[in-house]
């Protein structure tokens, strides 16, 4: 539902939902939706994509486990807060999430640069455990492995094999043939695994999906994490040029900038946060 078009063949934005029901003698469901967008710019792009979930109950008692049911009663509604765990709004917690960031406002127009904000910090081995419990009981034993129980997951709402079916996720890892040869060489792997012949490299949800149930390859554990830094370097880099450096230096800071642009980023940042304080402060004061 949710469906927007950016032309005949690209979705611009969908939001994906499902319910899976406990297959035991259980008066419990588990409500999961991920949203998705991503609209190219003239000079920039929007992008996010998020799963959240619900724990839902039908024997007249209130929705959630104890974790949720805390939640709840800790996030207020109708504010924006980056990265929650908790939407009050629409009453769901958030398992996991990737966007771009907004870049600092500064005085001058600079190249735009993307920055991706990826967020596994509720996508744990206990948040997995609530979840499988809430379905199967928390003493129900189970063939199925927990990242198996997660494939099927995120496959009933849209992300079959980690992947969106509509668009990708963000940072994306791909293995390079030099050291693919070198794990065979050095006996990592073997010579004949055909599922390493195959595999190019994974995305940050996989990984963490695999990390969390305990399920990673030899291979995985050479997997590169996104570096925000280098991303935000870039776009320090692009401030430098059109910017002088002192404007982002602190006090009696001669800290070369050009060295760690990154830090422009976070100079630039708190600068903003300042101004909105401010702005904010003299709002309330006029009223």
Request: charged share 25%; hydrophobic share 35%.
């Amino acid at each position: 539902n949710d469906l927007q078009w950016e032309d005949e063949s690209e979705i611009r934005s969908i939001t994906t939902c499902a319910t899976i029901f406990s297959p035991f003698l259980l008066p419990h469901a588990v409500e999961l939706e991920n949203r998705y967008h991503c609209r190219p710019r003239s000079t920039w792009s929007e992008f996010y994509c998020y799963w959240h979930f619900r724990l839902l109950r039908f024997d007249g008692e209130p929705n959630g486990d104890d974790v949720q049911q805390e939640l709840a009663l800790k996030y207020p509604k109708d504010i924006i807060l980056m990265n929650p765990t908790y939407v009050a709004d629409d009453e769901m917690e958030v398992l996991c999430s990737n966007g771009y960031k907004d870049p600092p406002q500064v005085m001058e127009e600079v190249d735009w640069v993307a920055v991706q904000d990826i967020d596994v910090h509720n996508f744990t081995p206990n948040t997995v455990r609530r979840i499988r419990d809430w379905l199967f009981g928390p003493n129900k034993s189970t063939e199925l492995r927990d990242f198996c129980f997660l494939r099927l997951l995120f496959a009933s709402f849209g992300t079959s094999n980690f992947q969106l079916l509509h668009g990708n996720v963000g940072h994306f890892w791909f293995m390079s043939r030099k050291l693919h040869n070198q794990l065979i060489d050095d006996g990592v792997v073997e010579r004949d695994d055909t599922e390493f012949d195959r595999f190019t490299g994974l995305n940050w949800l996989e990984y963490q999906a695999r990390l969390v149930a305990g399920a990673l390859r030899p291979f995985d554990k050479y997997y590169v994490p996104y570096d925000t830094l280098e991303a935000k370097s870039e776009w320090g880099l692009n401030v430098l040029e059109v910017c002088e450096e002192g404007q982002y230096n602190q006090g009696d800071d001669d800290l070369d900038l050009s060295t760690v642009p990154w830090m422009v980023w976070e100079r630039a940042e708190m600068t903003s946060s300042t101004m909105r304080m401010a702005m904010q402060l003299m709002m309330q004061l006029r009223n």
